[in-house]
């Protein structure tokens, strides 16, 4: 296939992630697996790919001041350490079998954001809010790991969460994520590379998705920056709602 539909698609996926902080795996996962390319080839490809996508998202969230640099030493190492361990793990085992489990939590939290982004709640109670200090760890390492072998994950798993059981801003939730996503994607492409010899990377793909990434990360950051925290909770949530209901109805 022509390395300019790779460049269209990570562009399409960059803004939906970019803005929304979730999506950019999704999206090129699923072209790749409808090409016929196994769990653990897309994936590769997809986080070599997210090196550049998720290192220039993140520069464009934290230039415009959607960065919580607290949240984001809290959620990327422990993500790093995840996203490593699931490459590694899909390398020899496909999980997509786990993939039901996890739609059908990542529908119950969408449920939950539209009714938060819906039902006004006073800005200094979150709806489930978790107060354990290791809850963030907890969470970037299992985003990271579902990342990884899922071949994408890390916004779907850390944002709605982020947004569901918190009160930090919208927007500085989003642009958290992307940045932390930077760390997840250079450890799991370094846990996939490590396994080289089992894959045939398609390199023109993979620099068709970064290129697109690349592209307009600059205007998803500032979209998110933009989007009023009520508007932007109802698009991600129902965006949540429909891509996992999809999934566990297709399955």
Avoid: C
């Avoid at 950019?24 to 080839?41: M, N, P």
């Avoid at 709640?121 to 990342?147: C, H």
Wanted: net charge positive; hydrophobic share 55%.
């Amino acid at each position: 296939m022509n390395w300019l539909v790779f460049v269209l698609v990570g562009s399409i996926a960059q803004l939906i992630d970019g803005s929304m902080g979730m999506g950019f795996g999704l999206t090129s996962t699923t072209l790749l697996l409808s090409l016929g390319a196994t769990a653990a080839l897309s994936s590769t490809m997809v986080h070599l790919a997210e090196i550049g996508t998720t290192l220039a998202s993140g520069a464009s969230h934290w230039k415009v001041g959607n960065v919580d640099k607290v949240v984001l030493k809290k959620l990327a190492i422990p993500g790093g350490t995840g996203a490593f361990a699931g490459a590694t793990f899909l390398s020899f085992i496909d999980l997509s079998a786990a993939k039901i489990f996890i739609s059908t939590l990542l529908l119950f939290l969408g449920g939950l954001l539209l009714f938060r982004s819906i039902v006004k709640v006073p800005s200094q109670i979150a709806i489930a809010e978790v107060k354990n200090p290791r809850f963030m760890s907890y969470l970037g390492f299992t985003g990271g790991f579902v990342d990884a072998s899922g071949g994408g994950g890390w916004g779907p798993v850390v944002t709605p969460t982020l947004l569901a059981s918190s009160v930090i801003e919208p927007k500085k939730i989003i642009g958290t994520v992307s940045m932390a996503e930077f760390i997840v994607a250079l450890s799991a492409s370094a846990g996939f590379l490590a396994n080289i010899s089992r894959l045939n990377i398609d390199w023109a793909a993979v620099g068709g998705l970064a290129l697109g990434g690349i592209v307009t990360a600059p205007f998803a950051a500032l979209l998110a920056g933009k989007l009023s925290a009520k508007v932007l909770g109802i698009f991600v949530s129902i965006t949540i709602i429909v891509i996992n209901g999809s999934r566990i109805i297709l399955a």
